[in-house]
């Protein structure tokens, strides 16, 4: 019964330096979206892939790439992590049908940029 | 683009009060997300409406499409009921893209 799983759920990276955030759902769902939350923010949508093999911007991608590597995960990677990608990330699904669904989230990914 | 807008940002509330969390936003929508947040936590779905009314043991959930706006009830607070509480609109037809409102940091003192 784990629904959406995030990996790692911690992660301190310098300046520059690359790393991926894995995302898997064992619901059968076809949309999955990345988030970031800020301080005083709201979610604010980074990547969503409607289905498999579809991707699409939100509206904060900068820095950002994304791969739906199966219906099942969708992993989210930083090519050269800044200061101002520190936050928390979460990734969750949605679905199977088309349609309003509740978003089912993973437990997020805090990371910090030095 | 859909503005939503939470208040209050925070309330602090002692045990066994009746709470109330507004959410309004600016455009027409196909359904309203109420989730919660414990500190340090993840999020998890509440609700999801697109009309009337829902309710789910102490907390209820209403929307009233005309006037674009949703509220947020919980009757008996509890501490465990402490968390952040945050409104998301989804736009109509095939936009099912999310807009998230600031949350409502919830305190319940015993």
């Known amino acids: 019964n784990a629904g959406v799983t995030q990996t790692p759920k911690f992660q301190v990276l310098k300046t520059g330096q690359s790393m991926t955030l894995q995302c898997a759902q064992d619901m059968n769902h076809n949309s999955m979206y990345w988030y970031r939350q800020d301080p005083g923010m709201g979610l604010r949508l980074i990547y969503y892939?409607?289905?498999?093999?579809?991707?699409d911007k939100g509206e904060v991608p900068n820095g950002y790439n994304v791969s739906r590597l199966n219906k099942r995960e969708f992993s989210l990677r930083l090519e050269s992590a800044a200061p101002s990608q520190t936050s928390v990330y979460f990734c969750a699904s949605s679905g199977p049908t088309a349609g309003n669904q509740p978003q089912h989230f993973g437990d997020g990914t805090r990371l910090s940029i030095l | 683009k859909n503005e939503v807008e939470q208040s209050p940002q925070n309330l602090t509330a002692q045990e066994g009060e009746f709470i109330t969390i507004n959410c309004s936003y600016s455009v027409g929508i196909s359904a309203l997300h109420w989730l919660q947040q414990h500190p340090g936590g993840g999020i998890v779905s509440l609700f999801m409406l697109s009309s009337g009314k829902k309710k789910h043991g102490r907390l209820i959930a209403t929307i009233n499409i005309q006037e674009k706006h949703s509220s947020l009830h919980i009757t008996a607070s509890h501490p465990r009921d402490s968390a952040v509480y945050i409104c998301?609109?989804?736009?109509?037809?095939?936009?099912?893209?999310?807009?998230f409102g600031k949350g409502t940091l919830l305190t319940v003192n015993p």
């Open positions: 998301a609109a989804r736009g109509g037809g095939s936009n099912y893209k999310l807009t």
């Open positions: 892939s409607a289905s498999e093999g579809t991707t």
